[in-house]
């Protein structure tokens, strides 16, 4: 098969980017170099005003020696517009128009200050780590408590009008399914989000006649489908199949050279693997199909905060 | 709403380029200049034999005086190697491997030749013509036998690893639906693709206990929708609710400036957008649906022929 040439190898300046990846309960903090490389870590529990978290972040790399940074990159669950650095909406954090940017400059966090969104983030830390800058063109879907995603197009992070892009969670997979907490129907977060894989594991318990224990959670239901459990080998079906069909659609849009799935729940991606698969053989065209790599990452927890660091080209 | 700054208008070098739009019963070909606007304008009719096709379309602009010609821009429908010029297969034509690009050149026309998907070729000249190369993001659906996609992102046509990106019609909109001609169950493509429309008023008509008339067609479907037919009105709001579901992933994915609906059956627009704008509402995030634009452009027949010659930069 004939590709498009290749990108070579994009290649960031060299020098320290501090990391910031806010998410809902803890503050990830990296000094990262340009190849990825985490040089420094450390992290402080998120607090909803935007005044202390600021305070907390620049306590904590207070003896980085942070002067040398070539610049912050930070990624925040939710809607960000990376023109302008402000977090229009991230409902983890109970925000809304909060200028993050602003905030974190007048702390004297090293300039310039790029804010996006946590999931583009991750794309673009992927980007370099796993694949060192080579594909042009990425899908990165992260699995975790929602379904996110992040493209690279042409070698770039793509981040559309308003930096919205790459949903890919929201994105329907049976327009009449289930109600998703983003208010539509069937997206493909109700087959794969936490809370969904749980709520089935209790639906298949319930349908056949057996209890519910507590406490479930996506590694306890990989656990038991391993042993053979029927009910939650039910579950992955069901949402592997459903990833399957998702991811279909994307390589049909996209014709990426790589899809990425990443996130906790990519721990479990063999067992999704198994239903996926038929389903991207069968609604696939052939030649994207036989193009798209698929590449498991579940393991590497800090894609979010070196890829922030690395939106400092 | 703060967006990225737009990009300045794309102009392309002064000068006319040869435009060949290759359809399954006839070739449309075009003398385009820079704006996109048509210099002089033929057609052939299609023959399956590469050599016969190419004979008949070098004979069709002999008189054009081509030699000035900036190049050749060959939109054809299949899978198509833009990098190779090689048309790896195209179901209308009956074609498989034919290196297109290879044989235009030995017959003379003007060089560059640059071959790509017809609604890639579609999409590109829909953002010169109707766009006038402004926004940043492009979203090109076009509706007509099929359904298909072109992209226009970060300001270019975008093609993925193998130039095959862009299959907007083969994305699920009901994983368990009707079986596409692709082989997939679902696809927007089974909602609003030309025959499965007519099927789908037969469907009604056979339900109501009415007679199933000849010769149906899309247009026809329209015209009983506006004069009241319950049938007609029933098959246009199943349309128009699938391209509702697909069009608000489409935002949610890419973040659009621009949804452009093109294509014969983009004429029956306002019918189907009925059903599809409260799919959209309800699906879509709400910054990226504020951010995309909605426009249909059912009329330009040329676009199509005018992308191709506009693929010569």
Known sequence: MKRTPPVRTRALRPGLRL?????????KLALVDQAGRVKAAGRVDTVRDPRVLTARIQNAVRSWGIKRCLGTG?????????????????????WKNVPLRERLASAGLPAPILVDNDANAAAWGAYFVELEGRPRNLVALTLGTGVGGGLVLDGKLYRGATGSAGELGHVAV??????????ARGCLETFLGR??????????????????????TPLEISRRARRGDP?????????GRALGVGLAGFINIFNPDVVLLTGGIAGSARLLLRHAG???RRRAFATPRRAARLLVSAKNHDLGVIGAALLVE
């Open 19 to 27: 990391g910031v990846d806010v998410g809902g309960t803890q503050v």
């Open 74 to 94: 930070v990624g925040v669950a939710g809607d960000v517009d990376s023109q302008s650095g402000v977090v229009r909406i991230s409902p983890n954090l109970g």
């Open 174 to 183: 049976d327009a009449g399914g289930e109600i998703c907490g983003c208010g």
């Open 195 to 216: 809370d969904y894989l749980v709520r089935s594991m209790a639906g298949e318990l319930v349908r056949l006649g057996r209890k519910v224990p507590p406490g479930l």
């Open 231 to 239: 009910a939650a080998r039910r579950v992955w079906e069901k949402a």
């Open 278 to 280: 038929p389903e991207i």
